[in-house]
């Protein structure tokens, strides 16, 4: 319920001015007076030229002026339309009259809902589009009152669900109510198909069960051993509270991890990614990494085969980013691979290309475009969230590189991304 302001046609009110009561009445322009100031209850929360111009600062100053007044603007607002100019629009818009009756249906209107347009225009609204709230009520009827206050200029988007000939279906939709001198001119609709909404929906959901249930093992394991150290310490010998302490420290690393990557699935989703380039010798960086996989245990020095083919030229990269592909990547070959995990630089005058192989059982054609994807794990499963290589293709693409991933000599994947050569540029 919202309530709307009543104004004079003299002045417009300021955002200052404090909100008329609950039972105050407006005397629209050219109406009659004594009209309720609230919009409809079950029509959806109504929009105010107010609203309007406080969300708009370069907007007029007079309601009016925004309402479409009584200039030029407002005689071509209350002419003939420009239909074709509609089907140029990527959203399906859908204009009635002031009585419901469909002046405009855009070709993408067409697509989305399926009536053609030479058949919706001339009927009224209910009848090619009819439109049922939460409530199942029909939509046109319980927004007239809505329409009917001079102040309201149309509704937010709200989720209405289209009683089709054939199955229902939901969309998202935008109303504005055109207004001359006070009075209705046309109803305009914008709608969206809720499929693309209701994938990231269910993205988000995946990735909170997801984080969820990854977290759940490590904190029961740092859980129980802390617990068990701290009531029974004069038992255990210093061998066995080593073991318990590392146990510990490993599962915390874990959740450390996890945590980093759904800060950075949530930077790579909102296309917040800083990259903060220098010069990197890439090949230390390879080195770097696969030592570091030694040394914390997870694979022995006979295991890994790094090797450099041609001159590699000046990288010009974020190191910390670099690293953490090149840590996905390898631990994917560890985690999902078999045998030797090979690390091949080659490098060219445009840049340099890296790829990372095993002699597991590989990707398959029908998985090769889903593996970049998020929670993939592929066949295997095993440990982990399945985010590191969406992460990584991420982390490419930002640097301006390319990845993908086919099969190796040995058989197994063969993960493989380019990064173009470049240096700091001094104006």
């Known amino acids: 319920m919202v309530n709307t302001v009543a104004s004079t046609s003299e002045q417009a009110p300021t955002a200052q001015q404090p909100p008329a009561p609950a039972g105050a009445t407006v005397p629209p322009a050219g109406g009659s007076a004594g009209l309720p100031t609230a919009a409809a209850p079950a029509s959806g929360e109504a929009m105010t030229a107010d609203d309007e111009l406080a969300q708009d600062h370069g907007a007029a100053a007079d309601p009016a002026e925004a309402d479409g007044g009584d200039g030029a603007g407002s005689a071509a607002l209350d002419g003939p339309l420009p239909t074709a100019a509609f089907d140029l629009l990527p959203d399906a818009v859908v204009v009635t009259d002031a009585a419901g009756t469909v002046e405009v249906f855009n070709r993408a209107a067409v697509?989305?809902?399926?009536?053609?347009?030479?058949?919706?225009?001339?009927?009224?609204l209910t009848e090619v589009?009819?439109?049922?709230?939460?409530?199942?009520?029909d939509w046109w009827e319980r927004s007239a009152l809505s329409r009917e206050l001079p102040r309201v200029i149309g509704q937010p988007e709200r989720r209405l669900t289209y009683a089709g000939p054939v199955h229902d279906r939901d969309f998202h939709v935008t109303v504005r109510f055109t207004r001359v001198a006070g009075r209705l001119a046309r109803v305009s609709l914008s709608l969206r198909d809720t499929l693309s909404r209701e994938r990231l929906e269910r993205n988000r959901a995946d990735l909170v069960a997801t984080v969820a249930h990854e977290l759940r093992s490590p904190l029961t394991s740092v859980k129980g051993f802390t617990a068990t150290l701290l009531a029974k310490w004069d038992r255990f010998t210093d061998e066995q509270k080593k073991l318990m302490l590392n146990t510990v420290n490993t599962d915390a690393d874990r959740v450390t991890r996890l945590l980093a990557e759904v800060l950075d699935v949530s930077r790579i989703d909102s296309g917040r990614i800083q990259v903060r380039k220098q010069i990197v010798d890439l090949p230390s960086r390879v080195r770097s990494v696969v030592d570091g996989k030694i040394a914390a245990g997870a694979a022995g020095a006979e295991?890994?085969?790094?090797?450099?083919?041609?001159?590699?030229?000046?990288?010009?990269?974020?190191?910390?980013?670099?690293?953490q592909v090149l840590h996905n990547l390898v631990d994917n070959a560890l985690r999902h691979g078999a045998g030797t995990v090979t690390v091949l630089l080659r490098g060219s005058?445009?840049?340099?290309?890296?790829?990372?192989?095993?002699?597991?059982?590989g990707v398959s054609e029908s998985?090769?475009?889903?593996?970049?994807?998020?929670?993939w794990r592929g066949a295997s499963r095993g440990n982990g969230t399945g985010l590191g290589l969406y992460i990584a293709k991420a982390l490419i693409e930002a640097h301006g590189g390319t990845i993908s991933v086919g099969r190796a000599a040995g058989?197994?994947?063969?993960?493989r991304f380019f990064v173009p050569a470049g240096g700091p540029v001094f104006g």
């Open 111 to 124: 697509r989305l809902i399926g009536v053609a347009a030479p058949g919706a225009v001339g009927r009224h």
């Open 129 to 137: 589009l009819p439109l049922l709230d939460e409530r199942g009520n």
């Open 303 to 323: 295991r890994f085969d790094v090797r450099e083919e041609g001159e590699l030229p000046e990288m010009w990269v974020d190191p910390d980013k670099m690293e």
């Open 349 to 361: 005058d445009t840049g340099t290309e890296v790829s990372v192989a095993d002699e597991g059982e």
């Open 367 to 375: 998985n090769a475009a889903r593996v970049f994807t998020k929670f």
């Open 411 to 415: 058989g197994g994947a063969e993960f």
